[in-house]
């Protein structure tokens, strides 16, 4: 497959709490995006990822990225009710502005 | 994001019938994309375009065609549709790229629910 692997497939926890959601996929990659989508709704650009860097935050967000390891892992600390939705990886794998997206993770977050 | 507006936002036809789903965009962006997401797949691309003399096929562009009549225009049809294109399509778009090796974040339209009886 060329497209990412979200895992898992759903995560539901409490507000407040941390969530972690991960991406691993089998080819080599320019860069590595997060996007969000609430319910029905357009997705929404998180936070990109370069395949030389390591870390990256913004916000509540940090991703990570290992590339020997060919995974990525989205964490969303102190979460809100409003976190709620599902949360995409995207990989950039050549030079031709084309992303390939997975299938998603489907967070809830509990008041 | 109401720089990237979809029309319409939801549709009903019939098998065979001919639709046109339009995307219109004020980001002054380059680069224009349409995808499909159905329920567990992810989202899959149709068709992009890098500028208006510039158009390519995606993974799934068997039944669908295009066409970029301006840079902030870029409509998707369905020249008969049939049951199995029923689905959430959305456009995207991106800007130039600034930095060489890396590309532009994708800026999506609310989406065009399409459902083929």
């Known amino acids: 497959s060329q497209q990412g692997e979200e895992d898992p497939q759903a995560l539901s926890i409490q507000e407040g709490e941390n969530a972690t959601m991960n991406c691993s996929y089998k080819?080599?990659?320019?860069?590595l995006q997060w996007y969000r989508q609430n319910s029905g709704r357009g997705l929404v650009h998180l936070i990109l990822?370069?395949?030389?860097?390591r870390e990256k935050h913004s916000g509540r967000l940090r991703v990570t990225l290992d590339t020997s390891k060919k995974s990525s892992s989205l964490l969303i600390t102190a979460s809100r009710a409003a976190d709620t939705a599902s949360y995409f990886c995207?990989?950039?794998?050549?030079?031709?502005?084309?992303?390939?997206f997975g299938k998603g993770t489907l967070l809830t977050v509990n008041p | 994001d109401a720089d990237v507006t979809q029309t319409p936002r939801n549709r009903i036809t019939k098998t065979g019938k001919r639709i046109m789903l339009e995307c219109s965009q004020t980001?002054?962006?380059?680069?224009m994309y349409w995808y499909r997401q159905d329920p567990g797949l992810g989202l899959r691309l149709i068709y992009y375009?890098?500028?208006?003399?510039?158009?390519n096929k995606g993974e799934i562009s068997d039944g669908y065609s295009v066409s970029r009549q301006a840079q902030a225009k870029f409509s998707l049809s369905l020249e008969s549709a049939i049951p199995n294109q029923t689905a959430l399509y959305f456009c995207?778009?991106?800007?130039?790229?600034?930095?060489?090796?890396?590309?532009?974040?994708?800026?999506f339209g609310p989406g065009t629910r399409l459902t083929v009886l």
């Open positions: 980001k002054g962006h380059d680069r």
């Open positions: 080819t080599s990659i320019n860069n």
């Open positions: 990822i370069r395949s030389n860097e």
């Open positions: 995207a990989l950039n794998r050549d030079s031709n502005y084309k992303l390939t």
């Open positions: 995207a778009t991106s800007g130039r790229r600034v930095i060489a090796g890396s590309t532009d974040t994708q800026y």
């Open positions: 375009s890098f500028d208006v003399k510039d158009i």
